[in-house]
């Protein structure tokens, strides 16, 4: 079993950044694809950025391309969703979550969709304000 744990949110004017940590434990850190994924009030959970653990491969909404980057740490197994020029319709719940992938990840690609996660954490509040 994983836990994951997030961090960092917070209330910014639009135009600034955060950064979310994503805190995993329980099982091997290794050969994960971690995602981050929001949620705001009466909408889908929505996939944002995804990683894969083993190294070499990222994938974003189209959202957020250009925005947000999604890093790892694999020494603290904690990933990382760095977000700039933030806008309001980014406020929302985020999300990590996390499900075992193969080598293969880096040339398929990760996909965005929550039900193919197995893990997930309690989630930060992220709030942008005009």
């Known amino acids: 079993e994983v836990q994951l744990v997030e961090s960092g949110g917070g209330s910014v004017q639009a135009g600034g950044s955060l950064r979310l940590s994503c805190s995993a434990s329980g099982e091997t850190y290794s050969d994960k694809c971690m995602g981050w994924f929001r949620q705001a009030p009466g909408k889908k959970r929505e996939g944002v950025a995804a990683i894969y653990t083993g190294g070499g491969r990222t994938d974003y909404a189209d959202s957020v391309k250009g925005r947000f980057t999604i890093t790892q740490d694999n020494a603290k197994n904690t990933v990382y969703l760095q977000m700039d020029s933030l806008k309001p319709e980014d406020t929302a719940m985020y999300i990590c979550?996390?499900?075992?992938?193969?080598?293969?990840?880096?040339?398929?690609?990760?996909?965005?969709?929550?039900?193919?996660?197995?893990?997930w954490g309690q989630g930060t509040q992220v709030t942008v304000s005009s």
């Open positions: 979550a996390a499900v075992y992938c193969g080598p293969a990840t880096v040339h398929v690609g990760i996909s965005l969709e929550a039900s193919m996660f197995a893990h």
